[in-house]
């Protein structure tokens, strides 16, 4: 599954180490990322299949399209098995929804599993799961977080190299790689060359650019409504692009000044901000996770720099990015200067290459067991806290699937008696007001 260009950008850069790699997606993209030609007739099918499924009209067609890439699958697994050393399984995707892993190490094959959000943040936390919903169903939400918790058990058990971040990793049962050091390798292709992107600003009002995935998990109503206000007293552009293929998200991006990426989000630099860097622009993100992140990458060299703060900062530092010319630029400046040192496609498949042979240090490394955030995705900590409890209150505490984790669950108890939280959790402003 393809998560903003990120497994065709590796791909390219295994290939200019040298090594054969073939990126394979599923589910098709309405991005429109891989326009790589192919040369077999059995990926050449799945990646026609897989276009049908984001063109289908209807959910009958749609699933008849999915039925015929699942027939497709176990001549995929023999091909793939025989070409190939390594195996990168991202997004919770696999031949064989993981219970292909043991084969895979029977057969001598290195296992390498990328986690993006949804794929292992509890359900209970997790907005996008949830369905945006106010009221979601938590017997649904407890239901799924047993069987997301025993997927997980199965993968940290079989896989050679697990990559994830402290604020979606709480159900993980062994240590893992921190994603942000390895970095994202979500990149334009071609890539823009730095003469071009430092380029003066053409004259007029600032251009604000917003491009989400999901405009409700992403917080869109509220950065309209942010921006809204920001045109009573600026004179502002501002861009909404949703659902168009990558090209016009590129364009976009070379036309605006800075983006605004999401309001709710659990690390500063995601697959959209990252692309925007590659322009030298600022990105403005909001999220409960400012405090975590001191904690989990203290060296500030290593957090990616956009303007990333709490959600009720964030009308103040838009003023700022639209006010400050020099700043924005800046900041935007050493975004470009960031990807293109450390999260490179190429030096990010040198990093993975490293993490396959064992060979990272152990400040690369984040036990769950440290994990205390606590503050999810993508929505408001009201709305976080009364899920929680409702979920508790119906199916008890071993719902939250924490028990190993002592003091993250103690901090799930605080949260339900209304106690103070500490500013790693991201919820400590719940109970100050």
């Known amino acids: 599954m393809e998560i903003a260009g990120h497994y065709r950008s590796l ?41 049908r499924c984001q063109t289908a009209r209807t959910v009958r067609r749609n699933r008849m399209w999915r039925l015929l890439i699942m027939l497709f699958k176990p001549p995929l697994f023999l091909y793939a098995v025989c070409r190939h050393d390594v195996f990168l399984l991202g997004h919770g995707t696999s031949f064989l929804s993981f219970y292909d892993l043991p084969l895979l190490k029977l057969l001598g094959k290195r296992v390498l599993v990328q986690f993006h959000g949804t794929d292992s943040r509890p359900r209970y936390l997790d907005a ?76 007029g009002p600032v251009r604000i650019l917003h491009c989400p995935s999901n405009p409700a998990g992403k917080g869109t109503p509220r950065i309209r409504e942010m921006i809204e206000a920001v045109r009573r007293v600026r004179d502002v552009e501002y861009v909404e692009v949703v659902g168009q293929p990558n090209a016009v998200v590129l364009r976009e ?42 904690r989990e990458l203290p060296d500030e060299a290593h957090r990616p720099p ?27 400046r050493r975004a470009r200067d960031f990807v293109e040192t450390h999260w490179h496609p190429v030096k990010v498949a040198k990093k993975l290459l490293l993490a396959m042979e064992g060979r990272l240090s152990a400040d690369w490394y984040v036990d769950p067991k440290d994990i205390r955030y606590i503050g999810g995705w993508g929505m408001p900590p009201e709305r976080l806290r009364d899920v929680v409890t409702r979920m508790v209150e ?40």
Not at 31 to 42: D, I
Not at 260 to 266: G, L, M, P, R, S
Not at 316 to 331: A, Q, Y
Not at 405 to 411: F, G, I, T
């Open 11 to 51: 791909a390219e850069g295994f290939r200019r180490l040298g090594h054969q790699a073939t990126f394979v997606d599923t589910l098709g993209n309405c991005n429109q990322y891989e326009n790589r030609s192919r040369g077999n007739w059995l990926l050449r099918w799945i990646d026609y299949l897989a276009a």
């Open 128 to 203: 996008f799961f949830q369905r945006n919903s106010e009221r979601p169903d938590v017997a649904r939400l407890a239901r799924q977080t047993r069987k997301q918790k025993r997927v997980l058990r199965r993968i940290d058990r079989w896989a050679d190299v697990v990559i994830n971040i402290g604020p979606q990793g709480h159900l993980h049962e062994r240590p893992f790689v921190q994603w942000l050091r390895v970095g994202l390798p979500s990149c334009p292709d071609p890539l823009p060359e730095r003469s071009e992107v430092f380029q003066p600003r053409a004259a």
């Open 253 to 294: 991006l070379r036309r605006c000044d800075f983006v605004i990426d999401q309001v709710y989000a659990d690390y500063a630099m995601a697959g959209f901000a990252t692309e925007a860097a590659w322009f030298a622009k600022a990105v403005l993100v909001g999220g409960l996770a400012v405090d975590s992140w001191k």
């Open 306 to 332: 956009t303007l990333y703060c709490y959600p009720d900062q964030m009308p103040e530092m838009l003023l700022r990015l639209i006010d400050d010319e020099k700043f924005r630029v800046e900041l935007g």
């Open 394 to 433: 119906a199916h008890g505490p071993e719902s939250l699937c924490v028990d190993d984790k002592p003091e993250l669950q103690d901090e799930f108890r605080r949260l339900l008696r209304g106690e103070p939280l500490s500013l790693e959790t991201g919820l400590a402003s719940l109970n100050t007001r």
